[in-house]
């Protein structure tokens, strides 16, 4: 089949910049999931602002802002703006949603005329995404998908050399890191001193008195080593997170995870087995330093994320992808 991807960005990229932090979570699925669907022998054209026009592992690149051919697609597919589908032609039209969207956002952002006429289904990524988006906007259908891991994760060898007082956050600053950060100070810190948090840098200047360190966050790579060297991975959730690659991407590399269960997190996380879905902040720094003191309850959860490896493979996604449009 000949595929379309069109997406609209204020950054360059391509899918070079795979391992770039630059990358979100919308721009790192859509090189996922258009090199799996080139491997399984499709015809596939990315529609964005990339460098240049060229091909990448069998996959065609042009720029958005000079694409004017007006061709035609079996599928079309747009990452989040229904507005990019005047620029192609297709029977099919699917529209990637990373936000909960209402009918006053689709009027405020100028889709909705554009949306009624294109008449996209529309993808949902849960329970959390789907019952929290209004219904006019799957009005023309929806498919749900779970989004892989990437390889860069998944065939990373884990270490054995982990840091047993160590947390880390790897989201972004804006997903509830001063929630976590408020949490530590209050209530982990004066109960387990010997606690160290590594995170993202915050948007604001904060107290790092109390073992908080600023981790490095220039490529996926120093991110990686981050993770696997920690016991443990703290993320609150944020009521914007529908899928979280970030806690998928914990669970791959086997670090225990305590969430509030916040937006997406309570379908990421299998209380007891992959980690601990707190009710409330107490809850949530019982559940950490119940990790950071319990081997044995620590080992079992470890051991159980060993047991799920590889099992979010972007190839399979794709496949499932495709069987449901």
């Keep these: 089949m000949k595929i379309c991807f069109l997406d609209k960005t204020n950054f360059e990229y391509n899918s ?13 699925i859509l090189i996922n999931l258009t090199n799996e669907l080139s491997i399984l022998g499709h015809d596939i054209l990315v529609i964005n602002n990339c460098y240049k026009n060229e091909i990448l592992n069998g996959v065609e690149w042009k ?5 004017n051919q007006n061709e035609t697609f079996d599928i079309a597919i747009s990452n989040g703006d229904t507005r990019l ?5 297709s029977s099919k039209k699917i529209l990637f949603s990373h936000s909960l969207q209402t009918i006053e956002k689709f009027i405020r952002k100028k889709q909705f005329l554009s949306y009624l006429k294109h008449k996209p289904k529309v993808v949902f990524l849960g329970n959390y995404h789907k019952k929290n988006t209004s219904k006019i906007t799957s009005l023309f259908g929806h498919i749900r998908v779970d989004y892989g891991v990437d390889k860069l ?29 408020d949490i530590w ?8 001193n010997e606690g160290k948090l590594l995170i993202t840098p915050p948007l604001n200047k904060i107290d790092l008195t109390k073992n908080i360190y600023l981790r490095k966050t220039d490529t996926r790579e120093l991110m990686i080593e981050d993770i ?39 379908e990421r996380i299998i209380h007891e087995k992959t980690g601990f879905i707190a009710k409330n ?7 950490t330093i119940q990790l950071y003191k319990n081997n044995k309850i620590w080992q079992n959860i470890r051991s159980n994320l060993i047991n799920m490896r590889g099992k979010r493979l972007w190839s399979n996604v794709a496949r499932d992808f495709l069987s449901k449009i």
């Design 16 to 28: 070079n910049d795979i391992n770039s932090y630059k990358l979100r979570g919308a721009e790192t």
């Design 63 to 67: 720029n958005i802002n000079s694409y």
């Design 85 to 89: 589908f005047d620029k192609i032609n």
């Design 153 to 181: 994760f998944i065939n990373t060898i884990l270490s054995n050399n982990i840091d047993n007082n160590l947390s880390v956050f790897t989201s972004r600053p804006d997903r509830n890191l001063d929630l976590l950060i």
């Design 185 to 192: 100070n209050k209530l982990i810190h004066p109960k387990y």
């Design 228 to 266: 696997k060297k920690s016991r443990i991975f703290l993320i609150p959730g944020h009521k914007a997170e529908l899928f979280c690659l970030a806690a998928e991407e914990a669970r791959e590399l086997c670090v225990p995870i305590v969430t509030l269960g916040i937006g997406c997190l309570s």
């Design 281 to 287: 902040n107490n809850e949530f720094c019982d559940y």
